[in-house]
T-cell receptor
């Protein structure tokens, strides 16, 4: 079993829909949680990050972390065709000898059609 | 791309040949990483560096070596390329401005025939 599981999709939604992307994990030591967006043939770009549990909002994007359930989510409101990309969750153990190493989910392919 | 360049951007090589990929950063960040990305696997860490001449193995290090003789350059070498090393390779840096957030280069697409 992988440390981080992410439904690869693909996920196809109409423009304006609310999108929910999710990851589950097994390592209770994870403290930092990130979402990356990757357009085709490009490098991943950081979208949002959160520390420990709770919610974080940035424009149309909301990241949620539920450490008790080992479950993280990314919500996209009013989705746009420009949101079509692969979304990757990533997480890490904070501090110590972790050296910032990230563990990634497999990525979810999202298509928003007009 | 947070001042990260990778070279070459594309390479086709034959099985058994050595290959070196270069990652260059312009901002003197201490931590650098090499990942490979394959369908169904997301990004997997190959090697990482926490300073000049300080490197360590990641999750999928077999068949790869790295070197870092200068802060700005992190080299990934495939000593004898195999078809299973056909992949897209990404370099990343950790800027230390928040959490363990990393910023990625544009990638190198490697095909081993």
């Amino acid at each position: 079993q992988k440390e981080v599981e992410q439904d690869p999709g693909p996920l196809s939604v109409p423009e304006g829909a609310i999108v929910s992307l999710n990851c589950t994990y097994s390592n209770s030591a994870f403290q930092y949680f990130m979402w990356y967006r990757q357009y085709s043939r490009k490098g991943p770009e950081l979208l949002m990050y959160t520390y420990s549990s709770g919610n974080k909002e940035d424009g149309r994007f909301t990241a949620q972390v539920d450490k008790s359930s080992k479950y993280i989510s990314l919500f996209i409101r009013d989705s746009q065709p420009s949101d079509s990309a692969t979304y990757l969750c990533a997480m890490s153990v904070a501090g110590g000898t972790s050296y910032g190493k990230l563990t990634f989910g497999q990525g979810t392919i999202l298509t928003v059609h007009p | 791309d947070a001042g990260i360049t990778q070279s070459p951007r594309h390479k086709v090589t034959e099985t058994g040949t050595p290959v070196t990929l270069r990652c260059h950063q312009t901002e003197n960040h201490r931590y650098m990483y090499w990942y490979r990305q394959d369908p169904g696997h997301g990004l997997r860490l190959i090697h990482y560096s926490y300073g000049v001449k300080d490197t360590d193995k990641g999750e999928v290090s077999d068949g790869y070596s790295v070197s870092r003789s200068k802060t700005e350059d992190f080299l990934l070498t495939l000593e004898s390329a195999t078809s299973s090393q056909t992949s897209v390779y990404f370099c990343a840096i950790m800027t230390g401005t928040g959490a363990d957030t990393q910023y990625f280069g544009p990638g190198t697409r490697l095909t081993v025939l």
